[in-house]
Nanobody, 121 residues
Framework: QAQLVESGGGLVQPGGSLRLSCAASGSIFSINAMGWYRQAPGKQRELVARATSAGSTNYADFVKGRFTISRDNAKNTVYLQMNSLKPEDTAVYYC???????????????WGQGTQVTVSS
C-alpha cells in the first residue's frame, strides 16, 4: 500500500503564506492524481485542490487565485502553495492520492495523517 507523509503546516498570520508538501511511498505502480482536502472543526472534509498525472488541476472556488497545487511526478510528491491566507482557511489539511499498485490494478485511495494549518493574529 501507499503511505503519504505531509509537512509544512503551522501557525501564520492573516495574509501570510505557507507551503504544504506530501510525499508518497510504498507499493506504488502509478499515481493518477494527488490532491489536498481540508477539514475544519465541526465541518465535513472538503476538496481544496487536485492535480492529475496528465497535468490538469482543479480548485475549490474558495481558494482560486490564492492557492496553487503542483506535482513532482518523479518524486511522487505534491505541493500546495497557500498565499493570502484567511482565518477561515484554518483546518487540518489532508493529502490524498489515487494510485495503482500494479499495472492494470484497481485504483486505490491513500490518505495522509493530516497537518494543522492555523491562520490567526
Amino acid at each position: 500500500q501507499a503511505q503519504l507523509v505531509e509537512s509544512g503546516g503551522g501557525l501564520v498570520q492573516p495574509g501570510g503564506s505557507l507551503r504544504l508538501s506530501c510525499a508518497a511511498s510504498g507499493s506504488i505502480f502509478s499515481i493518477n492524481a494527488m490532491g489536498w482536502y481540508r477539514q475544519a472543526p465541526g465541518k465535513q472534509r472538503e476538496l481544496v485542490a487536485r492535480a492529475t498525472s496528465a497535468g490538469s488541476t482543479n480548485y475549490a472556488d474558495f481558494v482560486k487565485g490564492r492557492f496553487t497545487i503542483s506535482r513532482d511526478n518523479a518524486k511522487n510528491t505534491v505541493y500546495l502553495q497557500m498565499n493570502s491566507l484567511k482565518p477561515e482557511d484554518t483546518a487540518v489539511y489532508y493529502c490524498n492520492a489515487l494510485y495503482r499498485m500494479t499495472y492494470g490494478g484497481l485504483p486505490r485511495d491513500a490518505w495522509g495523517q493530516g497537518t494543522q494549518v492555523t491562520v490567526s493574529s
